[in-house]
């Protein structure tokens, strides 16, 4: 059973895709998470985060919008956000985005 960081990224801006270029962290056994947004910038930034399906087995081309769990969603400059309990199956993925390639995602929990 393993603990501790499962992934850490700062990708540049722009609409995450299921490349891995966006991909936060891919599960190789059920894996509860904790992921957090942080802004690094004084103004705000826009953010997405997917959790993709171990059914979806592309690693190219766009998000199927059913996989968002949020979208859009204005994070405010010089602050962070977590969402919490976020449960992957194996190989279900984590991708990440933000419109100015200002944050930084860091997910972290257990595998059992």
Do not use: W
Request: proline letters at 3%; charged letters at 15%; glycine letters at 12%.
């Amino acid at each position: 059973m393993a603990s501790g960081v499962k992934g850490s990224l700062k990708p540049s801006g722009g609409a995450p895709d299921l490349t891995n270029t966006y991909k936060l962290f891919g599960a190789t056994a059920t894996t509860t998470v904790i992921l957090s947004a942080c802004n690094q910038a004084a103004t705000p930034d826009t953010i997405r985060i997917a959790v993709v399906d171990s059914g979806t087995t592309a690693t190219s081309g766009a998000i199927d919008a059913k996989h968002y769990i949020e979208y859009d969603f204005s994070l405010s400059g010089n602050s962070a956000m977590e969402r919490t309990g976020i449960t992957l199956e194996n190989t279900g993925r984590i991708m990440v985005g933000s419109g100015a390639g200002n944050v930084s995602f860091s997910a972290y929990g257990i595998e059992t």
